[in-house]
């Protein structure tokens, strides 16, 4: 008892600071453990410490307490364990269950690192039901009272170690009846944790009640009365402030403007001479929407893009380095504002046609390599000489269109087939070199049969025989673009197909040829 008396005054003279349970936490809860010991008529046990570990009375509780006053609270307190005495006279054991409404008086205010503390209260306890002792199971306790101490570990959570006195309204639990009442001593020990909402607004880490601005916007930056530093003094807190380690006006955000022109000095590329918003701060002498610090022209009206200066033609280069200054309006210039003209041909490029390669004027700067007044990227003939008409390709001769006509009445095919027959392909060689010496000139093959069978059946075959000549000449090299083929079954006859001549004549291949 003199140990704890001691360390109790050593608690009273700490001063550490600490978190504990305040205004801005103030719901405490704690779980506890320890050992009962007992003072009735069968004897006294209190502070005996001669007792065996299966002599001691073990107990549990759990406490909750609310924060009334910096020194001050309450709480609730429930228990649960085994009392009872071991002794010359006698011996008794009971479980109870106890539940304490004590009110606690800090020495210490709530930043003391040590809080030792004495209370009082009281409450009942409910035993186990012993006929042989009483049949009452309910004892009333008036008053508890104690002492006890609180030793922080981290700021939501402290050691507790507590001596708790419980007078009883019954003076013979233990079955004997004694001059005074029945007693109880609870030692303990345990943990609490303080919990609750610390009533913080605006969230800056400095409770309401000592907040004397108490709307800060949340993460912002405050002194120790919680309100938002201002470094620059000008009465414009940092956050809300451009310029916090230079005082200016409120208008400006903070900022100050020595030109008087609106715009903060930070931003005001002309800081020292009046301008306009628009250009931050800079003047605009021609109007043209361009700052004279930035106007190549600075007293002719001119265009943004272009540095203020004018562009009469239009070609995006300023007239004040256009070397062609009428230019058409669409034509492509370089960096003199005159028109490209890749070949040098004198056609610009835009007016040129082969504006890679050098050439007449009259031919819209396209050359032309035969000379046939048809360029070569139109000439189907570029180096043969021939007509406009024929793409500047040359007539095909009257020889070369007989022996075409005669070779189409030369082209045979199997009976009922589309297959031709070898004397056939002996013609149709001589008609592929003809069409290679005549590049230009196309070729319609068209095919005709006689009127005996299904008219489905005859125009289905005309096609076949048709794409079959085609087929064969594409073989010898001649593009498929120059050759049609179109099969008409028996349709324009040229003989009578009554008679067995004129069907034959009627079965027929005719080549026709065009540019």
Not at 199 to 227: E, F, H, Y
Not at 246 to 272: F, H, M, Q, T
Not at 429 to 447: M, R
Request: glycine share 10%.
């Amino acid at each position: 008892m003199k140990n704890l008396v001691l360390l109790l005054c050593i608690c009273m003279a700490s001063t550490f600071v600490t978190n504990a349970q305040t205004e801005d936490k103030k719901w405490c809860i704690g779980l506890n453990a320890g050992v009962t010991q007992f003072n009735g008529g069968l004897g006294n046990d209190f502070y005996k410490t001669n007792l065996s570990a299966n002599d001691l009375n073990y107990m549990g509780s759990v406490s909750l307490s609310r924060y009334l006053s910096s020194h001050f609270d309450v709480s609730l307190i429930g228990s649960k364990g085994r009392v009872g005495y071991k002794g010359s006279k006698g011996s008794f054991t009971s479980g109870f269950s106890s539940a304490l409404i004590d009110f606690r008086f800090n020495l210490m205010g709530p930043k003391s690192f040590i809080r030792p503390y004495v209370f009082i209260g009281g409450g009942a306890m409910l035993f186990d039901k012993n006929l042989a002792i009483s049949n009452k199971t309910v004892d009333y306790i008036a008053p508890d009272g104690g002492i006890g101490i609180k030793i922080r570990l981290s700021p939501y959570v402290a050691f507790k170690v507590q001596e708790t006195y419980l007078y009883s309204n019954n003076n013979k639990r233990d079955g004997v009846t004694f001059s005074s009442n029945d007693a109880y001593l609870f030692h303990t020990v345990g943990v609490t944790f303080n919990f609750g909402n610390t009533k913080d607004a605006d969230n800056d880490g400095i409770s309401d009640s000592r907040d004397k601005c108490p709307n800060t916007p949340l993460g912002i930056l405050v002194d120790k009365r919680g309100c938002p530093l201002d470094r620059d003094k000008d009465g414009l807190p940092d956050y809300l402030d451009s310029c916090p380690d230079v005082a200016g006006s409120a208008a400006l955000y903070g900022c100050p403007d020595k030109d008087g022109d609106g715009i903060a000095d930070k931003d005001d590329r002309c800081p020292d001479v009046a301008g306009l918003v628009s250009l931050q701060g800079c003047p605009d002498r021609d109007g043209d929407g361009v700052a004279d610090i930035d106007d190549r022209c600075p007293d002719i009206a001119g265009y943004i893009g272009l540095k203020g200066c004018p562009d009469s033609d239009g070609d995006g280069v300023p007239d004040v380095d256009d070397q062609c200054p009428n230019t058409k309006p669409g034509y492509k210039v370089d960096i003199h504002g005159c028109p490209f003209d890749n070949d040098n041909d004198g056609v610009v490029n835009e007016e040129d046609r082969c504006p890679n390669q050098a050439g007449p004027t009259s031919l819209k700067g396209c050359p032309d390599s035969d000379g046939d007044g048809v360029p070569d990227i139109t000439d189907r003939c570029p180096d043969i000489k021939g007509t406009i008409e024929n793409k500047g390709c040359p007539e095909i001769s009257k020889e070369s269109l007989k022996r075409i006509t005669e070779i189409g009445s030369k082209v045979y095919f199997e009976n009922n087939s589309d297959k031709l027959k070898v004397a056939s392909l002996v013609q149709l060689d001589e008609l592929a070199t003809i069409l290679h010496k005549y590049e230009a000139a196309n070729l319609v093959i068209e095919g005709f049969t006689d009127s005996r069978g299904e008219d489905a059946t005859n125009m289905a075959l005309s096609q076949k025989r048709t794409e079959s000549v085609k087929t064969y000449l594409m073989s010898k090299g001649i593009m498929e673009s120059r050759l049609t083929a179109t099969g008409f079954g028996e349709a324009s006859p040229i003989a009578d197909n009554k008679t067995a001549i004129g069907r034959a004549k009627n079965r027929r291949v005719e080549l026709k040829t065009s540019y």
